[in-house]
T-cell receptor, first 113, second 113 residues
Framework: SQTIHQWPATLVQPVGSPLSLECTVE??????LYWYRQAAGRGLQLLFY??????ISSEVPQNLSASRPQDRQFILSSKKLLLSDSGFYLC????????????FGDGTRLSIL | AQSVTQPDIHITVSEGASLELRCNYS??????LFWYVQSPGQGLQLLLK??????LVQGIKGFEAEFKRSQSSFNLRKPSVHWSDAAEYFC???????????FGKGTSLLVTP
């Protein structure tokens, strides 16, 4: 069966520091991969998705970037964090192709001080 | 514009009572439809999905949902709620070829003894 791992679970970072959140998927090949952000009391906002190695689509302009160095690895990064980057970050995967259900990791709670 | 609406921000039900959570969508064509559940501090778990066919779909944890094309609705139901069902529920839609899930803002369910 497929599993998705996301770490760290919680992270406290100072403003201006870099960020790297990692997500890996097991038990499937060539998945679509996604990064979402969930702000307190709000719904989920898609940040990036990837349909293959090195292929990244950005949904909103922001201070963050994503990379997919391996088939089942998806990384969310920032060079200098802002206070507004605080939130709950969720990684998800879906089978290859469009219109597929997505399966989520347990999330990373990011607090910027 | 494409949208997903969950009209109820909060719902309170007594344990053992029936539950219905509402979801309405506005899309050019019938999208694929999903319901997810999120416990506090956790990721999202897929409850059920509708692609086509029978308009009443069964999911995990005793949930079901009914797709009504004429009303552009996909309401989630459960005949008897358990205290462990207290969580945030999200309706989500995607086009058949799309990669971005469009989420409603969520409904927070409180279960009272």
């Amino acid at each position: 069966s497929q599993t998705i791992h996301q770490w760290p679970a919680t992270l406290v970072q100072p403003v201006g520091s870099p960020l790297s959140l990692e997500c890996t998927v097991e038990g499937t090949s060539n998945p679509n991969l996604y990064w979402y952000r969930q702000a307190a009391g709000r719904g989920l906002q898609l940040l990036f998705y990837s349909v293959g190695i090195g292929q990244i689509s950005s949904e909103v302009p922001q201070n963050l970037s994503a990379s997919r160095p391996q088939d089942r690895q998806f990384i969310l990064s920032s060079k200098k964090l802002l206070l507004s980057d605080s939130g709950f970050y969720l990684c998800a995967w879906s089978p290859t192709g469009g219109g597929q259900p997505q399966h989520f990791g347990d999330g990373t709670r990011l607090s910027i001080l | 514009a494409q949208s997903v609406t969950q009209p109820d921000i909060h719902i309170t039900v007594s344990e053992g009572a029936s539950l219905e959570l509402r979801c309405n969508y506005s899309y050019g064509a019938t999208p694929y439809l999903f319901w997810y559940v999120q416990s506090p501090g956790q990721g999202l778990q897929l409850l059920l999905k509708y692609f086509s066919g029978d308009t009443l779909v069964q999911g995990i944890k005793g949930f079901e949902a009914e797709f009504k094309r004429s009303q552009s609705s996909f309401n989630l139901r459960k005949p008897s709620v358990h205290w462990s069902d207290a969580a945030e529920y999200f309706c989500a839609v995607i086009t058949y070829s799309g990669y971005a899930l469009n989420f409603g803002k969520g409904t927070s369910l409180l279960v009272t003894p």
